[in-house]
């Protein structure tokens, strides 16, 4: 009578003569050591890149042709869009984070210097001004009948010199010296979002505006750039199902959506290799402005071949639409992210 095994991934029994489990395929021998932990590893990750170096070259040299393969039904010999996608902005985003630090640094360094200069008026340059415009006075009433002008509108100079004189008492910096008094005694924050301006029945939400500017006062803007790009990755990503939805728009009848975000994938895919090959040649060497405009005007020229690779539309159908697609998309989508991006990062910040 044979005896039985116990799986210890799917709890079910089996001949203990197996080598694996018949019902979840786990190994039945416990043999997880150090060295089978990452040759399993090691494994798994030349598995997938040999369908990397397979997918990788007919993107780069068949626009759109590795979309229709995938799509046709040819999945298995090549790397799936979205993975193919994650694994390239994955690549992308860390190179890029080399020059997105060294400028955030700059920008730190720059706002930090700028934080710590005095914004106080010069009280000789409002004293010039003073006179400059008591002297202006002093001709137009002397003149008063050839200029026309009323003695009540000359009253109108007091006003200006007195606003001018008073500004000392009311300038930035000593609003300034305020602000960093309620910071160095670590006021309450409602204290210091009154002294901003701050009203009891303002909404919530101009509540936390007020609050990530005085955190950005605080900071000294430290960090900025940095929250800034960090929301890209997840923009970048919602904004693939607004492109395949354009495409759908123009390819109505030709594809279905899920087909459309294929393309998608694709395509930023080609976009985002392209762009780490620019920034290590621009680490190499500086890359001039024109080179850099005539590489940003080979994506439309891919979209193009790749809409006649994919959709099987004709050469001038291709080219229009290739056009209005690109148009549409960096007019309307790209801003509209951008102000999001924007936005999240003040209220991430």
């Known amino acids: 009578m044979s005896t039985t095994n116990q799986c210890k991934n799917c709890e079910q029994s089996f001949d203990e003569s197996f080598e694996y489990c018949p019902y979840c395929g786990q190994e039945t021998a416990d043999k997880l050591t150090f060295g089978v932990l990452f040759s399993n590893t090691i494994g798994n990750y030349f598995a997938v890149d040999a369908r990397f170096f397979k997918s990788f070259i007919p993107l780069m040299t068949k626009p759109g042709v590795l979309a229709r393969l995938f799509v046709d039904g040819k999945r298995l010999s090549y790397l799936h869009p ?3 996608y994650l694994f390239i902005s994955v690549v992308f985003f860390f190179a890029f984070s080399f020059t997105v630090r060294k400028a955030d640094d700059n920008l730190n360094r720059t706002i930090k210097k700028e ?3 005095e914004s106080t008026l010069d009280p000789e340059e409002i004293k010039k001004d003073s006179i400059g415009l008591e002297i202006a006075k002093k001709a137009l009433t002397e003149n008063a009948g050839l200029s026309k002008i009323a003695e009540k509108d000359l009253k109108v100079f007091d006003s200006v010199i007195s606003a001018e004189q008073r500004s000392s008492e009311n300038s930035f910096s000593f609003k300034r010296k305020q602000m960093d008094s309620l910071i160095a005694i670590e ?3 409602e204290e210091k979002l009154k002294f901003m301006g701050l009203n009891e029945e303002d909404s919530g939400i101009t509540k936390i505006f007020y609050t990530q500017i005085l955190k950005f006062y605080e900071q000294k803007g430290g960090g900025i750039l940095k929250t800034l790009y960090d929301t890209i990755p997840i ?3 919602l904004m693939l199902p607004l492109f395949a939805f354009i495409l759908k728009i123009f390819y109505w009848k030709r594809a279905t959506f899920a087909h459309h975000m294929v393309f998608s994938f694709y395509f930023f895919t080609f976009v985002f290799t392209s762009l780490c090959f620019l920034i290590l040649m621009n ?7 024109w080179l850099q405009v005539l590489f940003f005007l080979s994506f439309i020229i891919y979209l193009i071949i790749a809409f006649r690779n994919f959709y099987k539309s004709s050469w001038i159908g291709a080219f229009f639409r290739g056009l209005v697609v690109t148009y549409v998309y960096m007019m309307i989508i790209v801003p509209f992210a951008f102000s999001g991006i924007i936005l999240v990062s003040i209220f991430l910040y």
């Open 82 to 84: 979205a993975q193919f």
């Open 235 to 237: 923009t970048m990503f």
């Open 115 to 117: 934080f710590s200069k």
């Open 187 to 189: 006021a309450p924050l």
């Open 283 to 289: 680490s190499i060497v500086e890359i001039s402005i």
